[in-house]
Nanobody, 127 residues
């Protein structure tokens, strides 16, 4: 089992920044990729960013909506992955989830590929 706990969400004005954290515990050696997803009310859970835990390679969603504004990073010693979000927009409002994928096959951008999920943290961006 891998246990994931997100933190850092909150209410911020448009143009502001937030840094989300995801602390992993348990069988962390089994983590292949750690990813961030978000889900707005009434919408599907969308891929935001991911990192291959072994070598730090990063991946971002195709949508231009997050490129250049969001950055995924990690602290190996703390088994923690971060999502730095800058220039936030009202459309970034969503529950943000951290997830761990253990299989070496499959894709990193599909939520179905992930085995473990955190409880989510709410991000609200006011206009």
């Amino acid at each position: 089992q891998v246990h994931l706990v997100e933190s850092g969400g909150g209410l911020v004005q448009a143009g502001g920044s937030l840094r989300l954290s995801c602390a992993a515990a348990g069988r962390t050696f089994s983590m292949y990729i750690l990813g961030w997803f978000r889900q707005a009310p009434g919408k599907e859970r969308d891929f935001v960013a991911a990192m291959r835990w072994s070598n730090g390679n990063t991946y971002y969603g195709d949508s231009d909506s997050v490129k250049g504004r969001f950055t995924i990073s990690r602290d190996n010693a703390k088994n923690t992955v971060y999502l730095q979000m800058n220039s936030l927009r009202p459309e970034d409002t969503a529950v943000y989830y951290c997830a761990a994928k253990t299989a070496y096959t499959g894709t990193y951008f599909s939520s179905r590929e992930y085995d473990y999920w955190g409880q989510g943290t709410q991000v609200t961006v006011s206009s």
